[in-house]
Nanobody, 115 residues
Framework: QVQLLESGGGLAQPGGSLSLSCAASENIFNFNAMGWYRQAPGRQRELVATVNVGGREDYADFAEGRFAIWREHAKNTIYLSIYPLKPEDTGVYYC?????????WGQGTQVTVSS
């Protein structure tokens, strides 16, 4: 059973920065891709960014320039940084790991951007 454990969420101010982590229970290179989704209050879950096994990064249009995804193989962990934060970044951020046609999901970590 694959487990993905997110951390790093919390309350942050607009204009500030935040980094999220997602630790996988197995070698992250076992997955075709890993990434982050988010769900804002009252909105559908949306893709933020992905990194595939070859290291290619892809970002949603809204994420270009403010979000960065990267991975640390030695720790079987991926990360997502956000700068500068905006109030509309508020939501639950979910880590995913894709193997074939199946997606594993983390439990999510809450990010609240407010002054």
């Amino acid at each position: 059973q694959v487990q993905l454990l997110e951390s790093g969420g919390g309350l942050a101010q607009p204009g500030g920065s935040l980094s999220l982590s997602c630790a996988a229970s197995e070698n992250i290179f076992n997955f075709n891709a890993m990434g982050w989704y988010r769900q804002a209050p009252g909105r559908q879950r949306e893709l933020v960014a992905t990194v595939n096994v070859g290291g290619r990064e892809d970002y949603a249009d809204f994420a270009e320039g403010r979000f960065a995804i990267w991975r640390e193989h030695a720790k079987n962990t991926i990360y997502l940084s956000i700068y500068p934060l905006k109030p509309e970044d508020t939501g639950v951020y979910y880590c995913i790991a894709r193997r074939g046609s199946y997606d594993y999901w983390g439990q999510g970590t809450q990010v609240t951007v407010s002054s």
